[in-house]
């Protein structure tokens, strides 16, 4: 007899959320928002591709993030594109970037304001 893996319990997000309430996180949503996709002229928070921000009380930053898709030629490029600019705010301690294609990006992911940019509204 052959058992099924166990699917995610039903009801708990694809996306783990980010630390909305710890002090920095506003800081660094706003270095997430000055790395952009080459391909694309909306920054990487905006699109979407940014899908946790998880701050220790140590001030230890993880972003989880994607690409627009798997074979971006930026791939190997971006997570220290991102690393820098959250390693430059005030008060990190140290940046973790974790690449992830689950759940897959989609459109449906952007920010209003990148839906208005590029056209899309």
Do not use: K
């Amino acid at each position: 007899m052959t058992t099924q893996p166990a699917d995610p319990m039903e009801g708990a997000p694809l996306i783990r959320p980010s630390t909305t309430d710890h002090p920095l996180y506003e800081s660094v949503v706003e270095a997430c928002r000055t790395v952009f996709d080459p391909e694309i002229p909306v920054n990487i928070f905006d699109l979407g591709l940014v899908y946790t921000i998880d701050i220790s009380p140590q001030n230890e930053v993880g972003i989880v993030m994607t690409l627009t898709a798997p074979g971006c030629p930026v791939a190997g490029e971006m997570p220290g594109w991102v690393q820098d600019a959250v390693n430059s705010v005030a008060g990190v301690q140290n940046v973790e970037v974790q690449m992830t294609f689950d759940p897959p990006w989609g459109m449906d992911m952007m920010s209003d304001e990148a839906r208005l940019e590029l056209g899309f509204m």
